[in-house]
Each structure stands twice: as C-alpha cells, then as structure tokens.
C-alpha cells in the first residue's frame, strides 16, 4: 500500500530526493512521514507531517539539510535529503498512521503501514 523509491549510493554531501506513494487515501487523523534504520540498530524516527496540519516534524540530526514534502491530492509524500553524511546510511522506510496523536507522532509503533523500504548509502 505504500511504494517507495529514490534511494541509491552517493557520496557525503550530495543529494538525493525519496518518494513514497500511498494506495490508501488519506485523512485528517492520519500521519504519513519517513523512519530509517541503519545496520545494527533500531528504526529511528526522520520525519512526519499529521496530514490535517502543517507542521512538519524532523529529527534534530536533519534538521536543515532535509525537507518533507507532500502531495496531498497523489497521496505522496517526498523527503529532498541534501548535504547527506554518512552517518546517513540505512534503509530509509516510509510509513502511514491511521489516528496518530501527537504524543505518539514521531513513534514508530504508532504507524500501521510501511513501505519496503529503499537503501540509501552514502560514501565519505
């Protein structure tokens, strides 16, 4: 229900631009957004958007180098990551919550679909 895509080997500081469709039509209470998970450790929380609002959320190690976008009428949502590191490396994941509170909105057990997955390395 949701496809992702974009992801590929680069080198640090380059950019790379991921897109994750859903099937699923969304609402208001719905939260649609990106996690990650490098080898060995757990799924960590990028960045999520509640689709009846307009803040959107990012971890503090993104913050100003990648920016979340959405289209709300394709369902799609896209995450343009420039000035990549490596320690940016890992299977980037799209997911899409039904009825997320804002408590849980950056919790990966609060999502109920995820994409498979797309690679993302980055070289030094």
């Known amino acids: 229900q949701l496809q992702a895509s974009g992801g590929g080997l680069v080198q640090a500081g380059d950019s790379l631009r991921l897109s994750c469709a859903s099937s699923?039509?969304?609402?208001?209470?719905?939260?649609m957004g990106w996690f990650r998970q490098a080898p060995g450790k757990e799924r960590e929380f990028v960045a999520t958007v509640r689709w009846s609002g307009i803040r959107i959320y990012y971890t503090d190690s993104v913050k100003g180098r990648f920016t979340f976008s959405r289209d709300n009428a394709k369902n799609t949502v896209y995450l343009q990551m420039n000035s990549l590191k490596p320690e940016d490396t890992a299977v980037y994941y799209c997911?899409?919550?039904?009825?997320?509170?804002?408590?849980?909105?950056?919790?990966?057990?609060?999502?109920?679909?995820w994409g498979q997955g797309t690679q993302v390395t980055v070289s030094s």
């Open positions: 699923r039509r969304a609402s208001g209470s719905y939260a």
């Open positions: 997911a899409l919550g039904e009825r997320i509170i804002l408590s849980n909105i950056m919790n990966p057990r609060a999502y109920d679909y």
